[in-house]
Structures are given as C-alpha cells and as structure tokens.
C-alpha cells in the first residue's frame, strides 16, 4: 500500500503541493483529476520518489518509500510517465523487456510476460516493429505495456502509477488502455492514473482526487466528487450531472 501523510512539495520558494493525505489501496483504481497547473504531475514525482518532499512523508507498505533499494522498490512500484522517449531503433518487445530488468526470473518467463502485457495493452500486432516507426498513439501502448510486464500480473503490495496515459490515444484506445488498468486493479494492484477525461474517471476509478492549486479540494467516489459545484470551482466549468443509462456511474455534460 502507498501512503501520504501531510504531504508539501517546493520548487525554489514556491510551495506547489501542500497537506495531501492519501492511501492508495489494494484491487483500487484512484483517479487524479484537475486543471493544469494543479499539482497531479508533481504529485506523482513525490509518489514515485523522484521528488523529494519539503514535508510529510511517502510510505510503500508502511516503510519509508526512500528506504527501499532500487531493485525492491521497482519489483513493487512502476511508473508511466506523461512522455517516455527512446532515441534507439528498438523492436517493440524489447521496450516492454525493459520492465522486466528488475526480476530474475528467466527468458521463458520474460517472453510469456512481454506478450502478455503487450496482448492487455492492446499492442501485441507490433511486435517486431521498430519503436522509431511507431506512432505517438502506438508508442504510448507499448510503454503501457512495459509497465505493466514490470509488475505482471498485477497482485496485492504492488503499485502502479500513470500520469496521463491516454493523452494521445483515439476513443477506443482510451477505452482499451483503462480496462487493462482496471483488470490489473482487479487482480490486486493498487493503481493511480491522472486523468483529464471527467467521464473516463467516473466510469474506471472507485475514488478520485480532485486538486485545485495544490490541495486537495475532494476526495472520495465518483458520485460524490464529480458534482457541479466543485467541478465549477475547479475548472470554471458548468456541467449537468446524470447517471449512465447503463452503468450508473456520473455521466458528465458540459453546458
């Protein structure tokens, strides 16, 4: 489990995050929601140890995210970042090899690995293919999948974190990307995703977190945060609030 208590960070004399407390649970999808400049990103850099922060602290199963080694914390924590670029003319199975560095557990088991996480993120059709000759779209489902074969399959005490995974994605992709999300969620992982898609987040995500200049505006299920009162004070934005004719999750209409 993945946990924050008070959490602040600063970049220069600029406080850009400040007071977030989270858990982050196992078989759980949180969504991460808010306008640019909110904080998600920076959120994640602290989640994932590559910021430090000015105070609060990130715990991995109730110890200190810095006092995992390397090799342990990748074997338990994975991370897609908003842009991932490779400058080398790999084949798409050795991008997603890439996440299996961490383990020790043979070729056999690797390559059943790489074709799985590569069949879940829907990109298995590019094997073989250079990474340079990929789209933007293709290049994003295949770094979904090296993350994915970084963790697979996907239990309880391992983390997964996406910053904006379907940002160049067409609708179906979308789609496709967040039920390989929510799969991996049901087999026991703990899973944050920034999204922007209010309607993605109500139908993928069991909670979400709402951020408006660094702090926490809302947290809890979808139902309670996406209503029209703190969607219009977060983004300005005014919205109908219905329920999905089929699903029953929020459905999201802009006036």
Request: aromatic share 4%.
């Amino acid at each position: 489990m993945l946990r924050t208590e008070k959490l602040q960070i600063q970049r220069g004399t600029d406080t850009v995050l400040t007071d977030i407390t989270l858990d982050l649970h196992p078989g759980e999808v949180l969504g991460v929601l808010g306008p640019n400049g909110a904080g998600k990103s920076t959120l994640l850099g602290a989640l994932c140890g590559e910021l430090k922060p000015t105070q609060g602290q990130v715990w991995l199963d109730q110890q200190p995210l810095a006092d995992w080694s390397g090799p342990e914390r990748a074997r338990r924590l994975a991370v897609l970042p908003q842009s991932s670029t490779l400058g080398f003319s790999f084949r798409v199975e050795e991008v997603v090899a890439m996440g299996r560095l961490p383990h020790d557990s043979g070729r056999v088991r690797d390559t059943e690995v790489i074709r799985a996480a590569l069949t879940a993120a829907d990109a298995a059709h590019l094997e073989g293919r250079s990474y340079l000759a990929l789209s933007g779209g293709e290049r994003q489902r295949v770094h979904l999948a090296r993350v994915l074969a970084q963790l697979w399959p996907g239990e309880s005490g391992q983390t997964l974190l996406l910053d904006e995974p379907t940002s160049m994605l067409d609708p179906l992709h979308q789609h496709t990307t967040l039920q390989a999300v929510r799969e991996f969620a049901d087999r026991g992982a703990a899973v944050l995703v920034i999204l922007h898609d209010l309607n993605l987040a109500a139908r993928y995500c069991d909670r979400l977190l709402l951020l408006a200049g660094g702090r926490a505006y809302a947290q809890g299920r979808p139902a309670v945060v996406l209503q029209p009162e703190p969607l219009k004070a977060v983004f300005g934005l005014e919205v109908l609030v219905q329920s999905h004719p089929e699903r029953g999750h929020p459905l999201i209409i802009a006036r």
